[in-house]
Every structure is written in structure tokens, then in C-alpha cells.
């Protein structure tokens, strides 16, 4: 599908206002929403370009800066190195959890009042994105959430204070979940991986797990960790999942 052009709104959040970028498919026609969360980079030039893919296919995609609050101003990109990843490390640990969660209604709201949106919501996101959409997921309205290589859900450890309860809150998920890991992502060992899905087990969440031969950013098309054929191959289950329970 041809894309509208792209545009921003500066949501209201109780700390500030949060710069959300949409992506659509052009044209009068309504579509299901999908909030997408990005990396600790911000809105990158991969993050954007995951973005257009999903708006291509149908979805009217909200992007918002998961950081805003913290930045000085918007649009403010991280780099992809060392300086940029403490700088996204020491936000991630700053951010209140309360905001995160603020931040994911606030996402949501904008979706489900934008006049391309249908009203059906999913979410989506990559590494501290795919933690927040898995946070997303407990919002009764979310029918489907798309996880890749969520980051600090084992841990227990997003957000100020270091102290989540992502994974004790399972059971809030109504819609259906797909959770993709790679077994080479030192950020996510095997044990926590373990840990991760026998909660959703216990909780008798309705879900599809999903571990390749990947590292850690394998989805990001920037960089030595990247595979096309897998990100190709992911991003295909993803869409299936928006497909079936979106549509």
C-alpha cells in the first residue's frame, strides 16, 4: 500500500507532551492501530523503516519517543554506539514506571481516536520496546502484541527503582501474544527465557514463543547483527498475528 505522508502529534502525558509519529496508508479508508515501540535509540532510521512496513500492510502505526520527558525537545535520536546506548541505558533506568505506563494509555487514546483507526488496537515493539509492549498487552482494549527480544522482563528491573512487575502480571493479557528471542542475545539468557515463559504458562496466556539462531537487534537493518532472511521471516509472523486478530 502507498503511505500517507508521515505526521507527528505531541501527545499530553502527565510529564510532558510525548512526540508520536504515525505512519498510514494513504487514502479514506480505516485501519486497526498498532503502537510501536522503538529501541533506547528513539525513533531511528531502522525504527522508521519497521514502521513503513507495517503501515504498508494495513495498520495505521503510532511511533512515540519513549524518552520524551528526558530529552529537552523532540526528535531527538540517539546514536547507534556506546554513547548512545549509556545515554539510553541511564533513561531507561530514570523513567518512572508509572510514566512508561501513562506513556502506553496515552499511545493507545491517540490510536483509537485517530480518524484512519477502526478502533481495533495491537502493539509492537523491539528490546525495552518489546518490554513496553508487553505492558500495552494488559490494557483490556490491546488484541494482539508482537514482542521482540523484550529486554528486562526476567530481570525484573525497568524503570526507576529497578523494580517492574511485568512478569508477575501475566494474567492481565487478554489479547494474544507472539514473543520472538534470539538464543544468541546475551540480554536474555536462557534461564530467563525459561523463567518468561513458564509464567505465561502458569497464567494460561494465549500465546505463540518463538527462539531463533539470532542475536540481540537481529531485526535492526543497521549494523553486523543483522539478518535479513530472519527479520524477514519474523516480521511475516508478526503481520499473521495483526492479521488474525486485528482484522
Not at 26 to 47: D, L, W
Not at 204 to 231: I, K, M, P, S
Amino acid at each position: 500500500m502507498i503511505l500517507a505522508p508521515e505526521e507527528h502529534v505531541d501527545v499530553d502525558t502527565p510529564t510532558g507532551p510525548m512526540r508520536t509519529y504515525i505512519l498510514r496508508p494513504a487514502g479514506e479508508k480505516r485501519y486497526p492501530g498498532v503502537v510501536f515501540y522503538s529501541e533506547i535509540f528513539q525513533v531511528t532510521g531502522p525504527i522508521r523503516r519497521v514502521a513503513a512496513y507495517l503501515a504498508g500492510h494495513g495498520y495505521v502505526v503510532a511511533v512515540p519517543e519513549i524518552f520524551h520527558e528526558l530529552e529537552g525537545e523532540p526528535g531527538v535520536v540517539l546514536e547507534y554506539d556506546q554513547a548512545g546506548a549509556d545515554r539510553g541505558n541511564a533513561h531507561k533506568f530514570t523513567k518512572t514506571l508509572a510514566s512508561y505506563d501513562a506513556d502506553v494509555r496515552a499511545a493507545l487514546d491517540l490510536l483509537a481516536g485517530h480518524s484512519a483507526c477502526n478502533g481495533a488496537l495491537g502493539s509492537m515493539g523491539i528490546c525495552i520496546g518489546g518490554h513496553l509492549a508487553w505492558r500495552t498487552a494488559f490494557q483490556p482494549d490491546v488484541q494482539a502484541t508482537a514482542s521482540f527480544y523484550a529486554t528486562d522482563i526476567h530481570s525484573r528491573t525497568l524503570g526507576e527503582g529497578k523494580n517492574d512487575d511485568t512478569i508477575t502480571r501475566f494474567g492481565d493479557i487478554r489479547g494474544e501474544l507472539l514473543a520472538i528471542w534470539g538464543r544468541q542475545d546475551p540480554h536474555v539468557p536462557q534461564e530467563g527465557r525459561d523463567e518468561i515463559r513458564a509464567a505465561l504458562v502458569a497464567a494460561d496466556t494465549n500465546f505463540t514463543w518463538l527462539e531463533v539462531n539470532g542475536q540481540h537487534a537481529f531485526l535492526r537493518d543497521e549494523g553486523a547483527r543483522y539478518d535479513a532472511e530472519l527479520a524477514d521471516q519474523c516480521l511475516g509472523l508478526a503481520l499473521d498475528l495483526f492479521h488474525r486478530a486485528l482484522r
